[in-house]
């Protein structure tokens, strides 16, 4: 009885708490100054240590990291003289061209062709089109230095993340020791490592690179562990009663045998990878993402939407093409004889190379697709933003104002009115309540490091953001959810939009979003909401039809009506999903934040980007991780959540 | 049989699953009791075997008993907790990484309960994958492979993949898998447990022609007891991870060594398993014909019924140990005590 009281007490407490603002003392509101500890300066002092000082024995760090930058610099050139640049003699304006890159007739149809090799001719169509549209509308230099950088990222990522995740398979030590930081390199938002990466690294294309492939990897580590750990042991036991070497076991047997899932896993990385490398832009990766930044910074609708609909086609280009060859992976090549007979496709895109790019100097028009023949669309997003914001300015502000005045600023209020020890006892004791002494000391932790910070309300702030975001997201998705899981149509085009969205990267949806209700808490938590809508949806609709069809059965012969059916049965048994879906949400909604600092709110993320905008390393890292606390503080706290309801509905296993 | 040379044998082997279970062992040994109060579980224990050149020794009990991890612990799939186990002599757990690759390339086969084909492979690739291994060229292999699939009435499903076939053709391809390298030690764990009755008897009959004619050592697990009454040389029940009782199938419906064994055969026609040897009576009176004291009585039961004299029942050196009446099959058939 007074377990279920509890929470609601303490709720009722926390308002009156809320209430009480003005009596507060100053030092409950806000942690004194002599609580801070100058941390920011201490990661300052030891990075300019680290590339200053430190040595590796025989050579300093700073050599490392210039070995390392050259490493990645000489494959990128390549990249881009196939892409972009071709091998030109002399600087500048005065550049002779030698050698012309790939004609946009001849990667548009390698594209397509790819796509007709991994799955059929609409896929190789609609590929093509995409690649086209590049052309035609004008952003195909951009979209290629994009597609180069993640020509070049990608690789490295599938290749570390697979040996670092064959090392955890095969060594559960390593496994322990990497875990925790492949999921500080999850949490941390992006911004934050681009901070010491523009530190060691300097501005440029090479330090782009490299936070991609750092922000891309974690995940095919995961699934290259998680792959292999799934394959039946009969099959691990097969290969070693047949006398495998440990080398012939991995490459012959389980690497093969786990090739669906490690496409999955490549997929990912190209998403990922294109997500940052927009992002990266911001430290001189150039591209799309630099056009549409740049587009932001001026306001200019036009050229945002035109560069943000080309990001689009780029992900949806590359991700129909990465799944639709993973689907492919587990297909024999029934094909035989020599390689020429074997290979007819890519003889004739090599064919076409070389035609376009001989043919192309004496009709430049098949090398680079003509200027007459670009289309614009710049003027008619800006009069079709323009028109709505004359026509509907009153209604659209009349929502965000109301959004704002009964919704966001109440919470915020709320949440920054709460003075700071009442809400690190209400974290520490939600982790007692849901995992006793070690997720309460994590909780209590982690608070504290907040506090310590000195980011006290910035941390609330995002909170606030954060959670009213999430809120949104779920209340519209789960709906979405159950009936995407109740209904096939329905199913299949929530589906379809929810894929979709989840290509585009994060920073598209600003641009809408922007265009219509300007800068500030309503543009960001609109654009968090859209980023972050898509596990709330998937993972319910998943959860739901996931549970067992007897139960269904069982509980219609009882007589309960479809909607008892929903509430009694299916939600109650689909919540551990329901919950892993939301805790997805929150993470999204975070890293989103982080790109919403864009449009000018006062979190964490603002931090994190005006640390960024200072190549302030030391106050950069220390907002990163204080998102990152706040990450994990709610991923454990939710986890754990999910494992007693598992427990509860005795479906064991741990979350 | 017993002339013949130990293939395969093990020593007090155990395999406990759960923490620290070597600590168990170092004391006096653990009763099932002890093993379950430390919390571990007992999969295989103390388990003592000979396996004899030529001999297909059968291990049955119920599931859970120990069976596949008893299996794997002979082929070294998996470390035991304690014990030893020889192959040929030579002390496996001793046997350096490297030499035990080539045992397992040329010596020894698997077939497995739950199949283990390999989805990325064709049918015709996954027969021949242990000869790839072993560094066979692609023509002899695939030629090799191409021979065991029509074997095992497979032909013309050559090019499909695993996930295309019934769980009765998946089987049978691990089953040709492991007939392609012909080892001198076979262990096959459930190896006809998907198959109907026609192919596995098919499939029970190819291996006891492979098994005549090229003195392979087989060792068996079946839950299927007419299965192992077919083929079984001696039978090993198996309860909780010990062996109860090791004996040939006529010896455990005789004389069972407990409750459980007994059980456990409860159901056996017994004139499947009973042979003219153990029910010949002294006597000596005119008979109708000499018939062989190995023979079971279901094989001779209508001859015997049919004369009206007795039979003499003969040892294997052609003596006579006894005779046997047709009441005296009856008696067995219909299960009137004895
Ligand atoms: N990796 C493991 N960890 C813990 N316990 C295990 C492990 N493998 C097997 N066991 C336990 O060992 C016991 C024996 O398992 P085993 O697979 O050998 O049974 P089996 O006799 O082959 O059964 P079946 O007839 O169902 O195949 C079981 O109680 C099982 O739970
Ligand atoms: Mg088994």
Redesign the interface.
């Known amino acids: 009885m007074t377990a279920r009281l509890l929470w609601p007490g303490l709720a009722a407490l926390s308002l009156i708490l809320a209430a009480l603002v003005a009596q507060m003392p100053g030092w409950a509101l806000l942690p004194p100054a002599a609580l801070h500890l100058d941390m920011a300066a201490w990661v300052s002092a030891a990075m300019v240590w680290l590339v200053e000082q430190a040595t590796f024995g025989l050579f300093t760090v700073k050599q490392a990291t210039r070995a390392l930058a050259a490493m990645i610099e000489w494959p990128y050139e390549a990249a881009r003289v196939l892409l972009v640049d071709g091998i030109t003699e002399g600087r500048g304006r005065k550049a002779v061209t030698l050698v012309p890159p790939l004609s946009w007739i001849a990667v548009t149809v390698a594209m397509g062709t790819l796509g007709v090799y991994a799955r059929n001719l609409w896929l190789g169509l609609g590929v093509g089109a995409l690649f086209l549209y590049l052309a035609v509308f004008g952003q195909w230099e951009s979209a290629m230095i994009t597609l180069a950088s993640i020509v070049i990222a990608v690789p490295i990522g599938v290749m570390g993340g697979l040996v670092l995740g064959v090392a955890a398979y095969l060594s559960p030590r390593f496994d322990r020791l990497q875990s925790p930081v492949l999921d500080l390199m999850q949490t941390v938002p992006t911004f934050a490592y681009l901070v010491p990466i523009l530190f060691l690294f300097g501005f440029g294309p090479v330090a782009a690179l490299l936070a991609t492939v750092i922000y891309a990897m974690p995940p095919m580590v995961r699934i290259t562990t998680l792959a292999l750990r799934s394959i039946?042991p009969?099959?691990n036991?097969?290969a070693?009663?047949?006398?495998?070497?440990g080398w012939?076991r991995l490459r012959?047997?389980l690497l093969?045998?786990a090739?669906p899932d490690l496409m999955v896993g490549v997929n990912q990385v190209i998403m990922l990878s294109l997500n940052m490398v927009i992002i990266a832009s911001m430290i001189g990766a150039g591209g799309l993402g630099f056009d549409v930044l740049n587009a932001l910074r001026r306001l200019d609708i036009g050229a945002g939407v035109e560069a943000g609909l080309a990001i689009t086609a780029l992900a949806v280009a590359l991700d129909r093409l990465s799944q639709a060859l993973a689907l492919r992976a587990?297909l024999?090549d029934a094909a035989t004889g020599s390689w020429i007979k074997r290979h007819p496709k890519t003889l004739a895109v090599l064919a076409l190379v070389l035609a376009t790019g001989l043919l192309g100097l004496v009709w430049p028009w098949l090398q680079t697709y003509p200027k007459a023949g670009e289309l614009s669309t710049k003027a008619f997003w800006s009069d079709l933003v323009k028109s709505i914001n004359i026509n509907y300015f009153d209604q659209l502000e009349a929502w965000r104002t109301f959004v704002l005045t009964y919704m966001l600023l109440p919470v915020k209020r709320f949440l920054l009115a709460l003075p700071w020890p009442w809400v690190v006892a209400l974290v520490t004791l939600a982790g007692w309540q849901l995992g006793r002494a070690r997720l309460a000391a994590l909780c209590l932790g982690l608070s504290l490091f907040l506090v310590a910070a000195g980011l006290w309300e910035q941390a609330m702030t995002t909170v606030y953001l954060c959670g009213v975001s999430v809120v949104v997201a779920v209340l519209v998705g789960l709906p979405l959810g159950v009936l995407a899981a109740s209904n096939a149509t329905a199913g299949k085009v929530i589906g379809g939009v929810i894929d979709t969205l989840q290509t585009l990267p994060s920073f598209v949806y600003l641009i809408p979003v922007v265009m219509l209700f300007r800068v500030g808490d309503f543009s960001a938590m609109t654009a968090v909401v859209l980023y972050a809508l898509a596990p709330a949806v998937r993972y319910t609709a998943h959860g739901l039809r996931a549970v067992p069809e007897e139960l269904v059965e069982a509980g219609t012969v009882c007589g309960c009506t479809p909607w008892q059916v929903l509430t009694r049965i299916r939600l109650p048994m689909a919540l551990p999903d329901i919950l892993l879906g939301v805790n997805q949400t929150i993470m999204l909604a975070l890293s989103m934040l982080v790109i919403t600092a864009l449009v000018g709110t006062r979190d964490l993320g603002q931090e994190v980007y005006i640390a960024l905008t200072r190549a302030d390393t030391g106050a950069g890292i220390v907002a990163g991780v204080c998102v990152a606390a706040l990450a994990i503080i709610a991923d454990r706290l939710i986890a754990a959540g999910a494992a007693q309801a598992r427990a509860r509905l005795g479906m064991g296993g741990d979350a | 049989m017993t002339d013949r040379p130990v293939k395969l044998a093990c020593r007090h082997v155990w395999k406990l699953y759960g923490p620290h279970p070597e600590r168990l062992l170092s004391g006096a040994v653990p009763s099932l009791e002890q093993i379950r109060a430390a919390g571990l579980v007992g999969a295989v224990r103390d388990v003592s075997l000979e396996v004899r050149t030529g001999e297909i020794f059968v291990i049955m009990g119920l599931s859970g008993s120990g069976k596949s991890t008893l299996v794997?612990c002979l082929?070294r799939?998996i470390e035991p907790t304690a014990g030893e186990i020889l192959f040929n002599g030579q002390d496996l757990l001793q046997t350096s990484a490297r030499e035990m690759?080539?045992?397992?390339?040329?010596r020894?086969?698997?077939v497995?309960?739950?199949?283990?084909l390999?989805?990325?492979?064709?049918v015709l690739q996954n027969v021949a994958?242990?000869l790839?291994?072993?560094g066979v060229d692609r023509a002899a292999r695939e030629a090799r492979a191409a021979e065991v699939i029509a074997l095992v009435g497979l032909a013309g499903r050559e090019?499909n993949?695993p996930r295309q076939l019934s769980g009765g053709q998946q089987q049978r391809v691990g089953i040709a898998r492991s007939l392609a390298?012909e080892p001198e030690l076979w262990f096959l764990d459930e190896p006809f447990s998907a198959l109907d009755p026609l192919i596995r008897r098919e499939m029970q009959d190819e291996f006891l022609r492979i098994q005549r004619q090229l003195q392979k050592t087989i060792i068996f697990i079946t839950h299927d007891f007419d299965e192992a009454i077919r083929l079984a040389d001696r039978i090993a029940i198996m309860k909780d991870g010990a062996v109860v009782q090791v004996a040939t199938p006529e010896q455990l419906v005789l004389a069972p060594a407990d409750a459980y064994v007994a059980a456990f055969t409860a159901h056996v026609p017994r004139a499947k398993v009973v042979t003219l040897a153990s029910i010949a009576q002294p006597g000596d009176g005119p008979v109708a014909g000499n018939l062989p004291g190995s023979a079971r009585i279901e094989a001779v039961a209508d001859q015997i019924e049919a004369a009206s004299l007795p039979f003499a029942v003969l040892d294997d050196e052609g003596r006579v140990i006894g005779q046997v009446t047709g009441r005296a099959v009856i008696d067995v058939l219909i299960g009137r005590g004895r």
């Open positions: 039946p009969e099959i036991d097969f070693r009663m047949v006398g495998c070497t012939q012959k047997v093969p045998a090739l587990g024999p | 794997r082929s799939l690759i080539e045992i397992r390339r040329h020894m086969g698997m497995f309960q739950h199949f283990a390999l989805p990325h492979l064709t994958f242990p790839e291994i072993q090019g993949f390298v």
